[in-house]
């Protein structure tokens, strides 16, 4: 998480960690988050559970959510898109794979955009 959050904030971006899965919708509420990259492994709430959760919100129903994790197998990528994420990562990527798509998802750079993840 600290490697990711370091590329995002070299581009100029304000970021929020969340390493605790039970903290990160009300995190992701509060902080008013442009983006999320959410990790399906994460303690206290899983991902699933997390992205089930933000796509039932009204606020949160249309935020572009990365989900990035470690599992190659193609039906993890299929899933997490059938449940509503925007676009997902396997790890390890190239930093400039996230930046780019983090960029590209953002509503624009120069309104402050935050990203949450």
């Not at 969340?18 to 990259?37: E, K």
């Not at 206290?44 to 997390?50: F, R």
């Amino acid at each position: 998480a600290l490697t990711m959050e370091l590329w995002v904030k070299r581009q100029g971006l304000d970021v929020v960690v969340v390493s605790d899965g039970a903290l990160a919708v009300s995190s992701i509420l509060q902080h008013q988050a442009d983006l999320v990259l959410l990790d399906l492994a994460l303690p206290g709430k899983t991902g699933w559970e997390i992205l089930r959760e933000l796509r039932s919100i009204e606020e949160t129903r249309d935020l572009p959510i990365i989900v990035v994790t470690a599992h190659g197998d193609p039906t993890w990528r299929e899933n997490a898109m059938a449940r509503g994420a925007t676009d997902f990562l396997t790890k390890p990527f190239k930093p400039q794979a996230l930046v780019d798509l983090v960029v590209s998802l953002l509503p624009g750079e120069e309104d402050g955009a935050s990203a949450v993840g």
